[in-house]
Each structure stands twice: as structure tokens, then as C-alpha cells.
């Protein structure tokens, strides 16, 4: 501190003011060593931490560009998630009836080309349990890598089952018919049984060889036997003029009114070529146009004159 007297002192005063533009500079040379130091510093910071904020923003660009190419993917389905599938035991999926469109969809591998296919199809073709081996079900060939039945190839596509150029809609009572020892049969409606039994028909899996030439049937003790027995085999009484014989047998003919015309034709055609075992055939499937109101029974008469039986 300096006194009053020196400050009033003017050569006092004079070397008070030097003094404090001196320390003042000095002080300031100081903030702008500080200053230059630290800019040093930065740019030092800057040189070693470039290559890592530079690799951190290709890092970040990257995760930027696999995430749009993950939303575009996303917006090109309802709701698909990425799993692959192949037979495995799972257990059966609880499916909602109503809701089986609106099940996020699964990409099934194939040989040719990834298909995307529903839930309920996946659901199915994953779970083991209860699996049929039999002909006239799914079966998957590993070398080959398809499903097939019978002598047909199956694709499927969304929630649709294509078989021998045919698409039929998957259901939950479809599936069980076609995967099933022991179909649930609640879950199976008329509309399940006539598919799949159109599926039977193209693809000869009843037939033993899957020939239907054979007339041996793949017939086992499973209830899914029993069905297909009781559902599409119509029984038959062997009576020909001049001819006689004890007991039944059955033969496989389709219960669709179209399918039945179409079979009619042929045994006809047949019978007039002089195969005379397909009396009983033609027998039974009159009989079952009858039942189901296409034809009238009293125009059989005629039917059978103009067959020439």
C-alpha cells in the first residue's frame, strides 16, 4: 500500500502508475502464453482423437444405413420377422382362427428361392409331436430339401399351400389332416376335408408307390386311417348280372359333386371298353350323386340303359 503522501507526491504517483502498467502487461502476456498453451493443447487433442471420432462417425453412418435398410425391409411386409425353418419339435401353436392372416410371417428356405409363409404353416411344420409318417401326409425330404406328399411337391407362399398347380388356403383343420396322426377334428371343417382330399386324389398318396394302378391302398391303424376311411371311401356290394358274391369291399372315390362327375366319365368310358369291374364303381358313385341331389334316383333307369349295364 502506498501512502497518502506518495500519492500526492507527483514523482510518487508517476512510478505507482509504471508500476501498475507494468504488472498489468505482465499480467496479460501471461493470459496470452496461457491462451496460446492451450490452443496448443487442442490441436494436439485433435491430432491424437481425430482417427477415433472419425472412425466413431463411419460407425455411426453405418448403423444409420442398416437401420433404414431394416425399416425398408419391415415396410415391405405386414409384420415379418427373420427365422428360418425346418422340421424340429416345437409344441403345437394355440392359434386364434380369426386372427391367422394378421400373424407375423417367417422366411422359408428353399432350393430356389426364400418364400415367406405364415405363422400357422411354420407352427405346424416345426412341431414334431403326434407327426405322421404316413404317405398321405406332409413329408419332408432332407437331400432334396421340399416338402411333398404322395408324388407331389408342396410350396407354400403367405398362408397358402400350392400343390400340383392348386393353392388351397392353410387352416388350422387343414394342417392337422395334413401333419397329424391323431387330427384334432374339432378344429377340421367341411371345407378342410374336401381340400384335403382334393390333395389326395392329385397326388395318389393313399396308393401304395403312390401308383394308383397298384389298388393297394397305405392303409394303417392311425386315427387319421379311420378318418379318410369313413369320410372318403364309399362301401360297395359286388352284384353283376350272372354273378354273385358274399360280403363288401370299398372303393375311394371323391365326394365333391365335380370331382365325382369327372371320375363317373372315365369309369364309364372304362366299362364301355369292356372293363366290367367298374360296374361296382359306377354303382357306388351313382349312388352317391344321388345322395347328394345332383341326379334323381328315378332317372337311374335310364342311366344305366344308356351306359349300356
Known amino acids: 500500500m502506498h501512502s497518502v503522501v506518495e500519492i500526492y507526491d507527483p514523482k510518487k504517483r508517476n512510478d505507482i502508475v509504471q508500476d501498475f502498467l507494468k504488472n498489468r502487461k505482465e499480467h496479460k502476456l501471461k493470459n496470452l502464453q496461457e491462451r496460446s498453451d492451450l490452443e496448443h493443447v487442442e490441436d494436439y487433442r485433435m491430432d491424437v482423437f481425430k482417427p477415433i471420432l472419425e472412425s466413431n462417425k463411419k460407425l455411426q453412418e453405418e448403423i444409420i444405413d442398416e437401420k433404414n435398410k431394416i425399416v425398408e425391409t419391415l415396410n415391405n411386409f405386414k409384420s415379418p420377422s427373420q427365422l428360418s425353418i425346418g422340421p424340429k419339435t416345437t409344441p403345437t401353436p394355440k392359434t386364434n382362427h380369426k386372427s391367422l392372416i394378421k400373424q407375423p410371417s417367417i422366411v422359408l428356405p428353399s432350393s430356389s428361392q426364400p418364400h415367406v409363409v405364415s405363422n ?29 406328399i404322395g408324388n407331389k411337391d408342396i410350396t407354400f407362399d403367405q398362408n397358402f399351400i400350392k400343390i400340383n398347380n392348386e393353392e388351397y388356403t392353410a387352416t388350422e383343420g387343414l394342417m392337422e389332416l395334413l401333419l397329424k396322426k391323431s387330427p384334432d377334428l374339432n378344429k377340421v371343417t367341411t371345407g378342410d376335408s374336401s381340400n384335403y382330399q382334393k390333395i389326395l386324389l392329385c397326388s395318389d398318396a393313399l396308393y401304395q408307390g403312390f401308383d ?36 363288401s369291399s370299398i372303393s375311394f372315390i371323391p365326394s365333391n359333386s365335380n370331382s ?50
Open 120 to 148: 400357422l404353416i411354420v407352427g405346424y411344420l416345426q412341431d414334431g409331436s403326434d407327426r405322421s409318417n404316413a404317405g398321405y401326409s406332409i413329408k419332408f425330404n432332407k437331400e432334396e430339401k421340399k416338402y411333398t
Open 212 to 247: 394308383k394302378n397298384s389298388k393297394r391302398y397305405n392303409a394303417d391303424s392311425s386315427d387319421k386311417w379311420a378318418f379318410i376311411k369313413s369320410k372318403y371311401f364309399v362301401a360297395k356290394t359286388p352284384t353283376t348280372a350272372g354273378t354273385s358274391s358274399t360280403g
Open 260 to 309: 365325382l362327375i369327372d371320375s363317373l366319365r372315365l369309369s364309364i368310358g372304362s366299362y364301355q371298353a369292356g372293363n366290367k369291374d367298374e360296374y361296382n364303381k359306377i354303382h357306388a358313385m351313382l349312388d352317391e350323386l344321388v345322395k347328394q341331389k345332383v341326379i334323381k334316383k328315378k332317372d337311374l333307369g335310364v342311366i344305366y340303359l344308356n351306359i349300356g349295364m
